[in-house]
């Protein structure tokens, strides 16, 4: 009889269910299994084969799946069980606390498989097409920046040969890059924001080294092709960021790829009821990433979208711990009553925070909070008052939505806040 | 080698019309221009089933509409597809409109509308609680509902199929030219972009191009004036934001914006009304989008727009007179016409279709077709029997391992009902073909994680080189080689 009860679930196998488990396991617990939908485990990371992985988890520049494999080996020698192919089709709770998982593959048939803790890592999807009301014809030759990426790096096969690319994010950039590499030609790099949603880095190294413009406040305005695209028509937009007439530019294509942003997948976190936040659209976490529902916790791109691995790798070890740490305390039958959390409130530009509250008990030596700005700064300080008093106060000299920022709270200054009642984040004049 | 009748289009009419000629005894052949049923105005509408009181009565558009309303709940049992009785209700957005309501109430009951009420703001609300703060009342209509376009297309054309109905695809009609035997028997010639071919009698079904074929048969001109308008598809999870088939009082365009459900828990929105030259004009337009979002408002404060998942357009056939054309052409014996087939189409498709059948099995002297079976095993959804029993899906998933790997995260579709798409009578050969009859693809990543896949399933089933699969035939191939091939 195949085992249905295990203390601890991981939906996903990609860079942070693979860390969540390594750490849970470090932490004490046996009894995990890791669920992945797709034929192997490391998630999207299989087919980042561009370097630049790792250097802060490993002082390396790793390939994606070179990262991939490193905490892959971590699980298996660890004997940590894992499932691939595996679908997680719905997530419930039963009356007596326990997680319910129900989930597809080809050799278990319906799985229904039971849990005391549940660790959501489901990952991320690229906003498509229609997310953006892009008008103009439907063609073949449109494909999300990672669906090429997919096709060239894993299938081999060549999406197109003359190529506009909309949206500067990371995949994007690394597509521009690329399809050139791969004997495309990248004509233009369109970005509707008047700055990029990139990291530096990669604009330097995947546009600039090929010499590929970058049209920052541009956008597509009309898709031409009625059975494979012809030709991409943009234009420069205002403040509003709505098209000036006039300044259309046509450019004759077969593809045009789209890099527009990155929504976390959070259906079954949905159906199961966490909440969630509008501005992440993940979930409400608060600092032992524990989401509204107790026992359920939820670490990388499913809460927010990273732009490094590392930093995945490094929230979802905490995840992995605090889910140990939940185990324990159920079967002790310790589980404390709604702790008071201390929420985290963010001010002068920052979009939000990840967590949102904190329990300072729950922290041993720091915690690190994680946000992003909205707009592009400069010059400016972040600084962290607990209770008002200012604690901490860093010169950042650029900020940039595209970058991800932290404040780290250690166990050290909220030591000096006994009875501590606020935590607020602000962005103030440098 | 004479058939009995050739039907021009694999929409919605041409598909009804060949599933019930396959009724009778005789050779029948639908020839289609594109790669697969359902690529016109078929497959981009508004998926509803009107009720039947807004066609001016007298008109053949509200006696088709009601025989249709009335045969779909029976039809997409018989033939599996997916249809839900969800009701309709007629926003008035102000006092004002309230006269109006009551017309369309008056028109409705005239032409056998069954269940017609007029309800105030409480009992709208009721009905409909996420209605906005604008509209004061409604006329609400049990009986229309909400169907899958492409599942009832690819359904009658599949029984059709099994039951003889031959199909031709890529096959455009150039001509038509009336011929005599040597008996004095009248035939057509129809000549295509493959050879030629002739027919007792000929069935236009041609949607947008039903003037064209038309107008080479008779001196009675039509003319048909493709409506565009554009819709705007929300992700699943606004699922229950509205109950009903929300429309708001006609306007001079057709039936303005609605807001419905859709059988798969979507939310669409739409259609504006543009009218074009393009036959083949589906560009959306920004311009568009943003009429559809403003008149949405007027009936919802908070519809989730954000929660865009595609956009599309569609042309409705409009013609000059604003009523359907049906029969045999007076000067054209032989020749059969289902056009200006506009809203209500969708829902008027199997009455035409039922209806041309006869009469042209009447002028033909066509027996009934005593092995006609009518009854057409829909797509197995393993989600449905999932939800029926738990254990029946593990053994359908012992014995065909194929439907426990999931393609389609979105839509959670199968590489079994991927394979079943492809392999069924007159099965997918596209992405899109695909998408229409599983829905894989279909979801909020817009087939972003699933297309590499079914690409792959595509070229192994059909024996073709991946490099050749088309999202929707013709030359809309996905990739155009191989990495590093011309390096």
Same mark, same amino acid.
């Given at each position: ?20 488990? /390594? ?64 679908? /997680? ?40 097409? !229609? ?48 399809? =050139? ?65 006039? =300044? ?183 | ?9 694999? !929409? ?244 303005? /914006?609605?807001?419905?459900? =859709? ?202 080189? /991946? ?21």
């Amino acid at each position: 009889m195949e085992k249905t009860e295990y203390n601890l679930i991981i939906i996903g196998g990609g860079p942070a269910g693979l860390a969540a488990a /390594v750490s849970a396991y470090d932490a004490g617990e046996r009894s995990i299994l890791v669920l992945e939908r797709d034929l192997r485990l490391g998630g999207i990371l299989n087919q980042c084969i561009h370097n630049g992985f790792g250097l802060h988890t490993f002082q390396e520049e790793l390939t994606g799946p070179e990262y991939a494999q490193r905490f892959i080996d971590r699980l298996t020698e660890r004997g940590i069980a894992y499932k691939s192919d595996t679908m /997680v089709v719905s997530v419930g709770t039963s009356e007596d606390g326990y997680k319910e998982v129900a989930a597809v593959n080809e050799t278990d048939g319906l799985l229904l498989l039971k849990c005391k803790a549940l660790i959501l890592a489901m990952g991320c999807r690229e906003r498509s097409r !229609g997310a953006l009301n892009i008008p103009g014809f439907r063609p073949a030759g449109i494909f999300s920046a990672g669906t090429a990426q997919r096709l060239v790096n894993i299938e081999g096969y060549l999406p197109g040969r003359r190529v506009v690319i909309l949206g500067s994010g990371d995949i994007g950039l690394i597509m521009a890059r690329r399809m =050139t590499l791969e004997g495309a030609k990248v004509l233009v790099c369109a970005e509707l924001m008047p700055y990029s949603g990139g990291l530096k880095r990669n604009i330097v190294q995947c546009l600039d080294d090929f010499g590929i413009p970058l049209k920052l406040s541009h956008t597509v305005v009309r898709i031409e092709g009625k059975e494979r695209v012809e030709a991409v028509v943009i234009a420069e937009v205002g403040a509003d960021r709505k098209p000036i007439p006039g =300044t259309e530019e046509r450019y004759e294509c077969d593809t045009l790829l789209l890099s527009v942003g990155l929504l976390p997948e959070n259906e079954l976190s949905i159906g199961l009821g966490v909440e969630m936040s509008t501005v992440t659209n993940g979930p409400v976490v608060n600092e032992s990433l524990e989401t509204s529902v107790p026992g359920v916790f939820a670490a990388g791109n499913v809460l927010h979208v990273h732009d490094l691995v590392d930093y995945v790798s490094e929230e979802a070890a905490l995840a992995g711990k605090s889910a140990a740490a939940y185990i324990r305390e159920y079967d002790q039958g310790s589980i404390s009553e709604e702790m008071a959390r201390i929420p985290v409130t963010v001010s002068g530009g920052i979009r939000y925070s990840v967590p949102v509250s904190v329990a300072p008990g729950r922290i041993s030596d720091w915690l690190k909070v994680r946000f992003r700005v909205g707009d592009v700064m400069r010059n400016k300080k972040v600084v962290l008052y607990l209770d008002g008093v200012k604690e901490l106060s860093k010169r950042r000299h650029v900020m940039a939505p595209g970058e991800m920022e932290e404040v780290v709270l250690t166990r050290k200054v909220l030591d000096k806040h006994p009875d501590l009642k606020s935590i607020e984040i602000k962005v103030e004049e440098g | 080698m004479m058939y009995d009748a050739v039907i021009i289009g694999a !929409g919605i009419t041409g598909c009804a019309t060949a599933r019930f000629l396959a009724k009778y005894k005789g050779r029948f052949c639908v020839m289609e221009r594109s790669e697969d049923v359902c690529t016109g105005t078929s497959k981009a509408n508004s998926a509803i089933i009107h009720a039947g009181f807004d066609a001016a009565n007298g008109t053949l558009m509200a006696e088709y509409n009601l025989k249709g309303c009335r045969m779909y709940p029976e039809l997409a049992k018989e033939l599996e597809f997916d249809y839900k009785n969800n009701g309709s209700l007629v926003l008035a957005l102000s006092e004002e409109d309230i006269p109006r309501l009551e017309a369309l109430k008056e028109n409705g009951i005239k032409n056998g509308v069954e269940g017609l009420e007029i309800v105030g703001r409480e009992k709208l609300k009721e009905l409909e609680p996420s209605v906005g703060r604008v509209p004061v009342a409604a006329l609400y209509a049990p009986s229309a509902g909400i169907v899958c376009p492409f599942g009832a297309t690819v359904a009658f054309a599949e029984n059709a199929y099994t039951n003889g109905v031959e199909f031709r695809f890529n096959t455009e009609v150039k001509g038509l030219t009336p011929a005599e035997d040597e008996n004095g028997e009248k035939y057509w010639i129809v000549q295509t972009a493959n050879g030629a071919v002739r027919t007792r009698t000929v069935i236009n079904a041609a949607g947008v191009y039903a003037d064209i074929l038309h107008n080479m048969v008779s001196a009675d001109k039509i003319h048909i004036t493709p409506r565009r308008g554009d819709y705007i598809l929300l992700d699943r999870r606004t699922g229950g934001y509205v109950k009903h088939t929300v429309f708001q009082v006609p306007g001079k365009f057709g039936k303005g /914006v609605l807001v419905s459900p =859709t059988v798969h828990g979507n939310t669409i929105v739409g259609p504006t009304a543009e009218d074009i030259e393009d036959k083949e004009g589906v560009d959306t337009t920004s311009e568009g989008f943003a009429d559809l979002m403003e008149k949405a408002g007027f009936a919802f404060d908070d519809l989730p727009l954000r929660e865009a998942i595609t956009s599309f357009a569609g042309l409705r056939a409009h013609e000059a007179r604003h009523d359907f054309i049906l029969g045999e052409v007076a000067d054209a014996p032989g020749f059969f016409d289902c056009a200006g087939i506009e809203s209500p189409g969708l829902t008027a498709a199997p009455a035409i279709g039922e209806e041309t059948a006869r009469k042209v099995a009447e002028k033909l002297g066509l027996g009934e077709n005593p092995s006609f079976e009518g009854h057409r095993d829909g797509i197995l959804d393993p989600k449905k029997e999932m939800i029926k029993d738990p254990e029946a899906l593990s053994r359908l998933i012992r014995e065909k391992p194929e439907y426990g790997r999931i393609v389609c995260r979105c839509e959670q579709i199968s590489e079994g009902e991927i394979l079943d798409a492809i392999r069924r009578p007159l099965g997918a050969k596209s992405l899109d073909g695909v998408k229409r009859r599983v829905r894989a693809g279909m979801g909020r990543c817009q087939s972003g994680f699933c297309s590499p896949r079914i690409m792959d399933l595509l070229a192994q089933e059909l024996d073709i080189d /991946v490099a050749d699969v088309t999202k929707a035939g013709g030359n809309s191939k996905v990739i155009v080689g191989l990495t590093k091939d011309r390096i």
